[in-house]
């Protein structure tokens, strides 16, 4: 279905209305967005479509490589491939009920994994789309490593093609497809020795993936799994020391770091964060490494461009960004709004030299903190997540129904800043949008630059 026509688009020109049901461009009945922008960019395009009963064709003449102008509803027209694992530290097994039922979709679907950054565990992986994944070069690709040992792994995914599926991350890396690793550590199950093996494993069998970003476990209070619980300060400080003992293994080996353990870590273990130097370009910060530092060196002016979380735990469920494939989510944040929803920003006008208090998570206390404490102006509003429960600390999971509690106990007459990052299309994880809190907020993109600009009131 077409949601947004461009203005003076070649789309517009040749006569694509929104609400249109496309059927075919040039004959061939695209799969996803990735076929429909390789056959969208030819000069001709003859599109088929269907409106108000009626078959239209529509011809369209443009330059090759030219964007047709037209978006549509969903990234995947024929069928998300779902994910037949039964993870026990699976998140989306641990929501809580009553949420959109999209965000309940597992997906294990490739094309996911590059338009959106979703992590394969390959194990619905076939040969024709290996060959797919080569001829139309869709690359990165992240894949779920968690252990390197067939048993673990197949144990962990509780899947049997779960201890062969790594055989296509060896076939990828071959046809020098890029990829990036990433392993979900579990106290008890997969840290200690089975992380030092799957360390070993992966220079020994896997050392051209570029990254390895190591996570922890996340649980709500949902959880059913009563062997899964997060990490203790003393087996998170175990996890950093693991990570950095191989750090200097790949260095001395490949010249380069490959694995990064997440800044969560670094909280939960109470310990300081390596420098902005040590992370090697800031790769893997959509998977929450070296987002510390980057927002850091941000909110002091010591980078040019900003490093942003493009895309977010469910966010692709809402359907194809506007532009591109891993283009920014957030309305307000593509708009060149920067900083403020559209009612807001009046408030903003209103409001400049008015206390500021910032809505972060646990996580986010910890980090903004240090940054403010030369601003007596400015303070911390720390949103507790009581929807999620568990450890669901970070900023990316507030849900309106924890902002609008929290906020409710606010002082009014304030501005509130509210990072873009626990907002799709505008809507927080649980549906609610800006409309049904309390008070007016300000809409930050999550990043230190913005956040700056924001508190400056430069925006
Ligand atoms: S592979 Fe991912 S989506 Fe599937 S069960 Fe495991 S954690 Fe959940």
């Known amino acids: 279905m077409v949601t947004l026509v461009a203005p003076d688009s070649p789309a517009q ?25 390789l056959l969208a960019d030819e000069p001709e395009v003859e599109m088929l479509v269907e409106r108000q009963g009626f078959e239209v064709e529509i011809a ?9 102008g037209a978006e549509v509803s969903s990234a995947v027209f024929d069928r998300v491939r779902t994910c037949d694992n039964h993870c026990a530290f699976c998140f989306i097994h641990q929501l809580p009920p009553g949420m959109r039922r999209s965000l309940y979709l597992k997906d294990d679907d490739y094309r996911l994994s590059f338009l959106y950054g979703n992590f394969t565990t390959l194990t619905r992986f076939t040969e024709a789309d290996l060959e797919r994944v080569i001829d139309e070069g869709l ?3 992240n894949v779920s490593i968690h252990a390197t040992d067939p048993d673990v792994r197949r144990e962990m995914l509780r899947n049997r093609r779960g201890g062969m ?51 922890p476990l996340g649980t709500s209070r949902y959880n059913s799994e009563s062997h899964m619980r997060p990490h203790t300060a003393d087996e998170a400080a175990a996890v950093l020391a693991v ?7 790949f260095l001395a080996v490949l010249g380069r770091r490959m694995v990064f353990a997440a800044d969560e870590y670094h909280l939960v273990a109470n310990e300081p964060f390596p420098p ?15 987002m510390v530092r980057t927002f850091e060196d941000e909110f002091h002016g010591r980078v040019d461009t900003v490093t942003a979380p493009r895309s977010g735990f469910f966010q692709w469920v809402d359907g194809a960004p506007a532009e591109g494939y891993r283009a920014p989510r957030n309305p307000a944040a593509d708009t060149g709004l920067r900083g403020c929803s559209t009612s807001s920003t009046v408030t903003l006008r209103a409001r ?108």
């Open 13 to 37: 020109r040749a006569g694509v209305r929104v609400g249109d049901s496309v059927r075919s461009l040039n004959g061939v009945v695209p799969r996803d967005v990735i076929e429909w922008r």
């Open 60 to 68: 369209v003449s443009k330059a090759a490589g030219q964007p047709l």
């Open 139 to 141: 690359s990165p690709l």
């Open 165 to 215: 599926s790594l055989r296509w991350l060896r076939e990828l890396l071959d046809a020098g497809i890029a990829v990036n690793g990433q392993i979900v550590v579990c106290p008890g199950v997969n840290d200690g020795s089975v992380l030092d093996d799957t360390l070993l494993g992966i220079l020994d069998r896997f050392p051209e993936l570029r990254h390895v970003a190591v996570v």
């Open 243 to 249: 990570v950095r003992e191989w750090q200097e293994i």
């Open 276 to 290: 902005s130097e040590h992370y090697e370009g800031f790769e893997m910060h959509e998977d929450g490494i070296g």
């Open 352 to 459: 400049r030299g008015a206390p500021v208090g910032i809505l972060t998570g646990v996580y986010g206390e910890r980090i903004l903190a240090p940054l403010v404490a030369d601003r007596a102006d400015v303070r911390i509003v720390v949103v507790d997540n009581e929807f999620f429960g568990g450890n669901t600390a970070v900023a990316g999971l507030m849900t309106g129904a924890d902002v609008s509690r929290v906020l409710a106990a606010q002082p009014s007459g304030q501005r509130y800043l509210l990072p873009d990052v626990c907002l799709s299309e505008g809507r927080f994880l649980d549906g609610l949008t800006l409309d049904d809190l309390p008070r007016p907020v300000e809409v930050v993109p999550t990043d230190g630059r913005s956040l700056r600009a924001a508190l400056d009131g430069t925006t």
